[in-house]
């Protein structure tokens, strides 16, 4: 068995690739595919499940819901959709972004707000099948983008509900400068949560605005084969998606990048 | 007693202000200073020391020394300079910003730099009078300019030490978004390390780079009053500095920004 066997190409890494192509790419190679449901409801949900399932392609998440740290009966609703997109898709997991801190609100009731999400939306899940992937983000998105900022608080969130329901993703992106981040990982594991796996290099300098900023893998100073060795380490055996928000890959061409990233997956990784 | 007794203004809120003015802004407002060892060193350290002595102006920091992830012999000869610039205008804290992940190194390499670097720093420290000052840095700085990311682990780093030799910085900007924090403060103040409290405000977009983006107090999301009680609560009740890296701060005059950093604080702690 290779590595590339668990390869899976995060359909964000080449955003502006159209889907379909992204799909026969991931079919010819035998790599799996992390969906994002923009793309996914342009094509349509039904064509997009048909896709995937005619081409034989494993969608190993989709990408992405949350944004509900003010949760709202809309936001909930779209959650809900998302779960539904999922489902049809064939995803076990469905990416949570959290969302930023509320217009009046602090950091501490936009984490609130996340619990009061989770209860509610946690059921849902299980009864479609789609295990929740709390995404802790980097800590310079948590004013704008996300108030999970580590693996332990993304556990601890996690904790009340069955793993099926609610588990954790575990980005190297977001979490590799953090001094607690190996136990984290263990603790993951051992609780059963580890819903997504993935990866993205850390490169400086950063860019404006900090979004699109994930460098190639091996490009930066994350130890990505140390970060395989933990999560294995734990009974995983998943796929390992490659996720980068880069504005040189994305004004690339798709197939390109989709070449570079797995040659530069199996580099790191073996 | 008005909490403008205890407010410092750090000279790199005003980056290219004269060392001299800034000084005189101090004395004549009661205020204290947070120094930096480039234009004390302009100066001199002598005309610095006796600038301040006449001045009336207690200085509460020197910033900074540290940068010591390889620790080399022209590394620790710097720092042991930093004590004794500190020692001569009588700042009883000096800063560490502990350092980047060297060339073919990693962030645990580093970190056993920092450990290095302390136990052959702090007797002298000890011995000049002068508390070396651990800050933890914003996560986003991890790979480029200090693997110290968090208050537990500059806790732990400062542990095996006289409290006296090696504390912590407390910097809002650095650490508001740690789902920890609280338990991390009250910590820091039980075990006698807060031997530096500062503030600045977060705001988004970032700018390239990250470095120059910290807001003025009130502009941002950080709950400052919340963080004066949790510091006060331990039984801490030294300097607030105010310490702003800003670009659009830096291109006004010295004297403005002063006086307008001076109401913020005013203003968003009482």
């Known amino acids: 068995m290779s590595i590339l066997d668990r390869f899976s190409f995060n359909h964000a890494t080449a ?12 079919a010819r190679t035998g790599s ?3 969906l994002w449901r923009e793309p996914l409801q342009e094509m349509g949900v039904e064509a997009s499940a048909k896709l995937v399932k005619d081409a034989g392609v494993s969608v190993t998440s989709l990408c992405r819901a949350g944004f509900f740290t003010d949760p709202t009966e809309e ?6 959709r998302a779960i539904d997109e999922a489902a049809a898709v064939g995803a076990p997991t ?6 930023p801190i509320q217009p009046g609100g602090t950091i501490d009731s936009a ?4 619990k009061t999400a989770l209860a509610e939306l946690a059921p849902y899940a299980l009864e479609q099948g789609v295990t929740l992937a709390i995404e ?7 004013s704008d983008r996300c108030v999970v900022t580590t693996l332990k ?5 996690a904790a009340p509900f069955d793993p099926a329901a609610v588990g954790v993703v575990v980005d190297t992106y977001h979490i590799w400068w953090d001094p607690e981040v190996w136990h984290g990982i263990e603790r993951a594991g051992a609780e059963g949560r580890i819903a997504s796996f993935q990866l993205a290099d850390w490169i400086t300098p950063l860019p404006a605005g900090v979004l699109t900023g994930r460098g190639q893998l091996g490009d930066g100073c994350i130890e990505m084969r140390r970060y395989l060795d933990a999560v294995d380490a734990t009974g995983f055996d998943g796929p390992i998606e490659v996720e980068l928000f880069n504005d040189a890959l994305w004004a690339r061409p798709g197939a390109e990048v989709f070449e570079e990233t797995r040659a530069a997956f199996a580099r790191v990784l073996e």
């Open 15 to 26: 955003k502006f690739w159209d889907q379909r192509e992204a799909v026969e790419a991931c």
């Open 32 to 34: 799996g595919i992390g």
């Open 94 to 99: 469905l990416v949570l972004v959290s969302g």
């Open 136 to 142: 802790p983000l980097h800590p310079m998105f948590a």
């Open 111 to 114: 984490r609130e707000g996340v």
């Open 153 to 157: 608080e993304s556990l601890d969130l």
């Open 75 to 80: 936001a909930l609703a779209d959650n809900r």
